[in-house]
């Protein structure tokens, strides 16, 4: 099974989480280097709204910057941004210059990570994960959304 945009508004997180799960490493640096890279991209962060869970961001803010490499030649990088502020949740594809805490990984993390398959404090350890600025937001953003397992 691929990933396909056409078919995630259809699809439960769970489903989707199922789906990236059955892909290897390879498979997905392979897409996500391609034509469906935006669109699969772009469908991912639409979900980040529909995830949050506001009773635990009372008193939150911040700006979590998603750095997702692997791209093709021409644009090797996509940059969005997730801003949580005090039990709000919003999603921008055009980051802005400031940022609490930004992300940078490659495509296979990033879907480990947007899946449950990953533990993202595991994947900072391990190096497969770049973490800047305030790492105590970038700890705590996970607990924020309901992250469906693959």
Not at 90 to 96: F, K, Q, R, T
């Amino acid at each position: 099974m691929d990933l396909d945009p056409s078919t995630f508004a259809s699809m439960t997180p769970e489903e989707f989480a199922q789906t990236a799960k059955q892909m290897s490493d390879k498979e997905v640096s392979e897409v996500m280097s391609g034509e469906l890279r935006t669109p699969i991209l772009d469908a991912i962060f639409e979900r980040f709204p529909e995830l949050f869970r506001p009773e635990r961001a009372a008193g939150v803010s911040s700006t979590i910057q998603f750095r997702i490499t692997g791209g093709p030649d021409d644009h090797p990088h996509d940059t969005y941004e997730i801003v949580v502020d005090d039990g709000t949740c919003a999603v921008s594809p055009e980051p802005g210059e400031r940022y609490d805490t930004s992300l940078m990984m490659a495509p296979p993390e990033f879907l480990k990570m947007v899946t449950g398959r990953g533990n993202p404090t595991m994947l900072v350890m391990r190096g497969k994960i770049k973490v800047k600025g305030d790492i105590a937001t970038a700890a705590k953003f996970p607990t924020l959304f309901d992250i469906p397992k693959a």
